[in-house]
């Protein structure tokens, strides 16, 4: 009982930090024996199975970086819990946009897309970019019309009837919650104006306007803590 | 999100992630999606890694960056998943977030923070797809 007990303690210090882990899966010690194999965030059963498909084929099988378009690719059409491809996570502005990267671990080469609009393969974009440009990161609608150079189809409209439902849903509920931060009003939609936190609000007097101290009105508009808001609201359909 | 890690036969390594981002994100927001060493990454000599959550906050970390960098250094795909988490959630106690590690032998771990996270696999020993569940 006078020995320290290393199972114990990391016992401990997991709870402690609130971390999870799992036990690895199974894996073989040495290489070749499970091979190939495919991974995924989430049980996004049919995008495995569809990387997998490709990844299997006879002979020397499908190559992982066409393994990962086809997995992807399965998840966007799905729209997996609606946090991939289109009709999903509108902006403030109701738009929904699409992000994604592919990476080639034998030459190390990437490509990527980000905030493209109209197009709806978002892998296949940025597989276009590591295939077909010496760029790693393109972005915005210029994404957009390379992709439709390189034959995507587009533009098409990214929005579907849930996502503008939960929009207009969020812009009744005073445009609650989003992401300003140290912005008036707090409370409701935009336009948004910065607001110069005093570096000492305790000792402040009257904010202008509320007829509340500065930490009152801080504390009411949870400026003082800004990021409560945002964990909040990340779950397992609101993430990246 | 998805983020994904492919072995093939040859041994060669890919990794990718789709995502439409947050929800209700200012316009003109990007997450960690598309950024590499955060989302995903991967090198044919070590292994790769997929990541999942809070982009903003993960994205100043370049958790699966880490991860990758961590194994080549000789830790193992479970203890460099709970390394990167740790490095997250020492500046961001409420963070959210979560990732898978695999190494080029094909062992894989998962770790997070804050959540529940699941992540999926098929390998040639598997008759499906197993989704391996990482509790808090």
């Not at chain 1, 150079?149 to 849903?169: C, D, F, H, Q, Y």
């Not at chain 1, 948004?192 to 509320?210: L, R």
């Not at chain 2, 961590?70 to 990732?99: C, H, N, T």
Request: charged content about 20%; glycine content about 12%.
């Amino acid at each position: 009982m006078g020995r320290s007990n290393p199972g114990l303690l990391l016992g401990i210090v997991l709870l402690r930090f609130n971390w999870c882990l799992a036990v690895d899966g199974g894996g073989a010690e040495e290489g070749g024996g499970v091979f190939p194999v495919v991974v995924s965030t989430w049980p996004f059963r049919e995008a495995v199975r569809a990387a997998w498909d490709v990844v299997k084929a006879g002979g020397a099988g499908g190559s992982a970086v066409d393994a990962v378009v086809a997995g992807c690719s399965a998840c966007e059409e799905l729209r997996c819990d609606g946090t991939v491809g289109p009709g999903g996570s509108p902006d403030e502005d109701g738009e929904t946009t699409l992000d994604a990267l592919i990476m080639n671990g034998k030459t190390m080469e990437i490509g990527a897309v980000a905030a493209m609009r109209y197009v709806k393969d978002a892998i296949m974009a940025a597989k276009l970019v590591m295939e077909h440009t010496g760029h790693t990161l393109l972005v915005g609608e210029k994404a957009t019309s390379f992709a439709i150079s390189m034959g995507l189809t587009g533009p098409t409209n990214l929005s579907s009837p849930e996502s503008v439902a939960k929009w207009s849903k969020w812009r009744q509920n005073n445009c609650q919650p989003n992401f300003w931060k140290n912005v008036n009003p707090a409370g409701n939609c935009g336009p948004y104006h910065p607001i110069n936190i005093p570096k000492d609000p305790v000792k402040s007097a009257v904010w202008e306007n509320e007829g509340l101290t500065c930490q009152e009105w801080l504390k009411n508009d949870n400026l003082l803590e800004p990021t409560n808001s945002r964990f909040k609201s990340v779950n397992r359909h609101n993430h990246d | 999100t998805i983020s994904m890690a492919v072995v093939d036969k040859m041994g060669h390594i890919a990794v990718g992630t789709s995502t439409n981002g947050a929800t209700f994100k200012i316009p003109g927001r990007v997450g960690d999606g598309p950024i590499p060493g955060s989302s995903a990454y991967g090198d044919d000599e070590v292994g790769a890694c997929g990541a999942t959550g809070d982009g903003d906050i993960m994205m100043r970390f370049l958790p699966c960056y880490q991860v990758v960098e961590s194994m080549r250094l000789g830790m193992e795909p479970r203890d460099a998943a709970v390394d990167a988490i740790s490095r997250i959630a020492r500046k961001y106690p409420d963070f959210v977030g979560a990732l898978f590690a695999i190494n080029k032998k094909g062992v894989h771990a998962g770790a997070c923070h804050g959540w529940t996270f699941q992540y999926s696999v098929r390998n040639s020993s598997m008759q499906d797809v197993e989704v391996i569940t990482v509790t808090p």
